[in-house]
C-alpha cells in the first residue's frame, strides 16, 4: 500500500488549520473542533497532531510543556522531608490486606484473583459462542426453509 501523502503532512497541515482558526479568534478547543469536522477526523486526533507539531517547533510553537517527571533534586527533596515516594498506579482491590505487596501470600492472593477472572472471562466467551452457534443454526433452517 502506497502512502500518498509524504510522512508528517497530516500533521502539519492540521497544526496550520488550528492556528488559522486560533489567529482568527478561536478558542483552541473550538477550532480543534472544527478542524476535525472539517477534516472528517476525531477532536483528539487534531489535537494530537497539533501539539505533536507545535512541540517539534523552535520554543514549542507557543506550547507551554509540562514536566513529565520531577527532578532529581526535587524528589531529594522530597526525600529529606521524609516524604514517601509517590505510588503509581491502580490501588490494590483490597487496600487493607494484611500483607505486603511484594509478600508470597499477596502474591498467591493476586494469582488466585487472576485465575478467578480468567475462569468467569472463559465461561462467558464459552456462552456466546454457544449462542452463535445456535444463532447461525437457526439461520441456516431458515435459509433451508427458503430455499437459498
Do not use: C, W
Not at 19 to 42: C, M, W, Y
Amino acid at each position: 500500500m502506497a502512502a500518498t501523502a509524504t510522512r508528517g503532512s497530516v500533521g502539519k497541515a492540521s497544526y496550520e488549520a488550528v492556528r488559522k482558526h486560533i489567529d482568527a479568534g478561536k478558542k483552541a478547543t473550538e477550532a480543534f473542533r472544527l478542524v476535525a469536522q472539517e477534516t472528517g477526523r476525531s477532536t483528539a486526533t487534531v489535537q494530537t497532531a497539533y501539539y505533536r507539531v507545535a512541540r517539534s517547533l523552535p520554543g514549542g510553537g507557543g506550547v507551554q510543556l509540562r514536566p513529565r517527571k520531577k527532578t532529581a533534586a526535587k524528589r531529594a527533596t522530597a526525600k529529606a522531608a521524609g516524604k514517601p515516594a509517590a505510588r503509581r498506579g491502580r490501588p490494590p482491590k483490597n487496600a487493607s490486606a494484611s500483607a505486603p505487596a511484594g509478600s508470597a501470600a499477596a502474591i498467591a492472593r493476586q494469582l488466585s484473583d487472576a485465575a478467578e477472572q480468567l475462569v468467569a472471562h472463559i465461561s462467558r466467551l464459552e456462552s456466546e459462542l454457544a449462542e452463535s452457534r445456535k444463532d447461525r443454526e437457526r439461520l441456516a433452517a431458515i435459509e433451508r426453509a427458503l430455499g437459498r
